[in-house]
């Protein structure tokens, strides 16, 4: 237990009760961000009951394959943290370092197609703003709306994506310094807290996006 | 920390169990469902949810207080879901374009 008390800080009784709060905190926060993407999914099933045909409309501009590709990956990343975490816990130095090296992989992955996907959306001018142009039958303005909602959203959770492949790379720097070990992992942890919580929001991105109407 | 660990096994089964339900969210996708199908589609993405958040999040095997945290983000949402769509989706007055 000698590594546990030089990570105690002195206002906890012990290793456990200090992990415990760390828990609570990242939770605490990740109920905002639950509210925060919350609000925009909110938004967008007001204006999908509105406009329901060109929701559907809009949403089949959108690569379905790489829409359900991009999804695997992420959930392969959460597969990767979750092992990294597993590492930690049994003392493996190398398996820290090697699982959150595929998690940033995966990560960077799914961002490279995020980009190549937003590049086509510019292509085919499905940019909202002056660019904009729509050629189906239903509504111009409702269908300008969606993509706003498609690239704020995904946008946002992008941007949460790189913040996490930040915190990663700072881990594995601190993971190869020999920083944690069985008795005390819990940046690893909350880290990967962080990271599942972005991909059940993605989770959640993809049926509503992608998959309004594919019959 | 004596805390309980989740084997790889596990994890991997739990994986597994996700991809499955991703293909099963586009296959439905393609099924004519109607008004059903956005209820579907949710209800696959909360199950898929529910299986990161009490396994690779670990909150299974988590002190009940954490437990009680993890859940009470989706309870606020839940609550804002109610009141903004009993308002919204019971308005007579607004006629929205067709489509």
């Known amino acids: 237990m000698s590594t ?35 609000g925009m999914f909110a938004g967008y099933g007001v204006y999908r009951a509105w ?15 790489l829409g359900t590709v991009n999804t695997a990956v992420l959930l392969t990343s959460s597969l990767t ?103 005390y992992y819990t940046p690893v942890e909350m880290t990967g807290l962080y990271w599942h919580f972005v991909d059940i929001v993605w989770v959640f991105l993809f049926p509503l996006l992608y998959l309004i109407d594919r019959t | 920390m004596s805390r309980h660990v989740i084997s790889r096994t596990a994890y991997f089964v739990v994986f597994g169990l996700l991809l499955v339900l991703l293909a099963a969210t586009v296959l439905v996708a393609m099924i004519p469902l109607g008004d059903w199908s956005v209820a579907v589609a949710l209800s696959i993405a909360a199950l898929k949810a529910a299986l990161i958040i009490l396994y690779f999040m670990h909150v299974r095997h988590s002190p009940e207080l954490v437990q009680v945290f993890s859940v009470a983000g989706f309870v606020w949402l839940a609550l804002l879901f109610v009141f903004l769509f009993s308002d919204y989706l019971t308005r007579y007055d607004v006629t929205p374009l067709t489509g």
């Open chain 1, 4 to 38: 546990t008390s030089t990570h105690l800080a002195p206002q906890f009784d012990d290793a456990e009760q200090q992990q415990l709060a760390a828990t609570l905190g990242m939770w605490a926060f990740l109920a905002t961000e639950v509210l925060f993407f919350g």
């Open chain 1, 51 to 65: 406009y329901p045909q060109t929701w559907a409309d809009a949403s089949r501009h959108l690569d379905l394959l």
């Open chain 1, 81 to 183: 943290v979750a092992l990294a975490v597993h590492a930690a816990q049994t003392g493996s130095r190398k398996g820290v370092v090697r699982n959150l090296s595929l998690t940033i992989l995966f990560g960077a992955a799914f961002l490279g197609v995020k980009a190549y996907e937003y590049w086509h959306k510019w292509h085919e001018h499905h940019v909202p703003g002056a660019t904009f142009e729509w050629h189906e039958a239903s509504p111009s303005g409702p269908a300008e709306l969606f993509f706003s909602f498609y690239f704020v959203m995904t946008g946002f959770h992008a941007l949460h994506m790189v913040i996490g492949l930040g915190i990663l790379a700072w881990l594995i720097v601190q993971a190869r310094r020999g920083r944690f070990d069985a008795e």
